[in-house]
């Protein structure tokens, strides 16, 4: 424990953690962050170390994505911090809040260029181009009052990943102990006059639709309302999958990116967007052009008119906002859209298999063996998004874990510890392919180091699948794609966990109850080429 003597500006990091509520940090210690280890030793916050600081990174990010709360890293300078850099752009391309804090040359010594032990050029200015933003202090109390500041921005603005750097002399150099506490932010709540030109346009709608993005994963209940009052269908991107049931009667599920859903959405008399950007990443390529009234719901006013403007831009909370429209709708008698969803789910389950039928099969085995509460963390991968999004129904937020915007490799393996280790009863699985699950594999040493009963079901279609697919689409004779002599299973025992190999589907339901029943990772190899 420390002494008031002993406090230094890691103490005060450290400090100002505590009392944002980090219970856990994902790290690696190195030579200039040894201040920070001493006082994590004995704070009540657990420590997690990564074989690499990218795995940390997917880590956090998906502890963040699942239990709601911030991720939190911890590297040394340069290296340490350059190679969570994917990681980083991951969570600002999906708006996950991860908190990296890393040294950095002492006060004075930016860009000094003078071979100071993992010197960069511009570390901060590096991290600004990834970051929503790095943050330079000069003083303990600095950090501090940074720290506060990003928690309590997240709890009401868009959360996007922070870098705190610390300039060495400053980790290290005493601090009195005195410090303001956390912030206590106010809730972002929209003009009247706004409310009831939004409210206004529902009630009229015939034909109205809703997209609700991962901006809106807290406003599940409120959102299931509204549609019921509109008689409305509701459609998600990846990122708000399951935020309504997927179960319930106008869920179109996760199936923004698909045809007949797309053209619904330009058809619809009044669009009701909330919490997403309509990007790219999540139509797949195609743009949205809709032809009636458009509504948009975003805590980020950036995002209120991009890719598709707003005729009644809503700056505010998904989950304020919606509650607020539903309670001024209350009484109204909507459309009956119940037939309209009906008709337009078996169309988009119809697209759905004309792209991926392939990789339904294994989505019914493993929801037929597995809790409906599993979480499930994916990768870039075919079995993910032409498999998992549109084939494993999902009642409820949080259970799919996936790097929809940076459309990373090697996301699913330390996701999955991420995500047990915020949700340690629940079962969770990594389903990835052959060449992503490479990309991070020695994050399996952690799972076994953790005792995590961990699934991690590699579909080895033998490469890169998606990009010879796209190079033969383009008449390139496929080059670097192919991937073939690795032994998954033995790559599991290697790590210290298990691995099974299976020629087809029949075997896994067996394979996956072992895993569950193993204190440790377990690598089921499962081979499409028979």
Known sequence: MATESSLTGAAAVVSALRDNGVDTVFGIPGTHNLELYRHLTGSGIRHIAPRHEQGGGYAADAYARVSGRPGVCVTTSGPGLTNIATAAATAYADSVPLL?????????????DIGWLHEVKDQRAAMDALYDRSVRVSSA????????????RWRVERPRPVHLELPLDVLESGWDGRAPGPLTPAALRPPAGVLSAAAEALRGATTPLIVLGGGAVNAGAAAARLAELLGAPV?????????????????????????????AIDAADVLLVAGSELADSDLWGERLRPHGTVIRVDVDLRQLHKNVPADIPVHGDAETVLTLLAD????????????????????????AMSLGALWRPVQDVLRGCLPADTIVAGDSAQVSYMGTVPFWPMDAPRRFVYPTGYATLGYAVPAAIGAKLACPSRTVIALAGDGGTLFSVQELAVAAELGLSLPVIVMNNHGYAEIREEMQGRDIAPVAVDIDGVDFAALGRAFGGRGERLTDLTGLPGAVKRALDTDGPTVIEVDMAG
Do not use: N, W, Y
């Open 100 to 112: 990296v804090i890393s040294p950095a040359a002492p006060l004075g010594q930016e860009r000094a």
């Open 235 to 263: 459609v998600t991107s990846v990122s708000g999958k399951g935020v309504v049931p997927e179960s319930h009667p106008l869920s179109l599920g996760a199936s923004v990116a698909l045809t007949p859903v797309r053209e």
């Open 141 to 152: 109390a600095q950090a501090v009052a940074v720290i506060h500041e990003t928690f309590a």
């Open 328 to 351: 001024m709708l209350a009484g109204s008698t909507g459309t009956d859209g119940l037939g309209r969803a009906a008709r337009l789910r078996e169309a988009a389950e119809e697209a």
